[in-house]
């Protein structure tokens, strides 16, 4: 079993920054993604990348203010998201997936950290 921990979450102004962390207790097999899902919303994807480099992978909505990448050595993945809007305000999830195809469906990951709150007043 692996585990994952976000931090990184919080309150920020619009065209503001947040970078959210995500350590793995283990490296995965093949890749690690980052969800978001907000009040009565399904859970979308926002970001992938595999442990060997390919991608990154980004939804439509982020692409170009945010940027994922990893620390192999630490088994750690961050998010770096820039010029937030308050519609980026949602509960956000990192995920591991234990083999390819990549995906961006939540239901093809295997592991799942506790979330991390991103609020962004407008």
């Known amino acids: 079993q692996v585990q994952l921990v976000e931090s990184g979450g919080g309150l920020v102004q619009a065209g503001g920054s947040l970078r959210l962390s995500c350590a793995a207790s283990?490296?995965?097999?093949?890749?690690m993604g980052w969800f978001r899902q907000a009040p009565g919303k399904e859970r979308e994807f926002v970001a992938a990348?595999?442990?060997?480099?390919?991608?990154?992978y980004y939804a439509d909505s982020v692409q170009g203010r945010f940027t994922i990448s990893r620390d192999n050595a630490k088994n750690t993945v961050y998010l770096q998201m820039n010029s937030l809007k308050p519609e980026d305000t949602a509960v956000y999830y990192c995920a591991g997936d234990r083999e390819p195809p990549f995906s961006n469906s939540y239901v093809k990951y295997d592991y799942w950290g506790q979330g991390t709150q991103v609020t962004v007043s407008s």
């Open positions: 990348i595999t442990w060997s480099g390919i991608g990154p």
């Open positions: 283990r490296r995965t097999a093949y890749a």
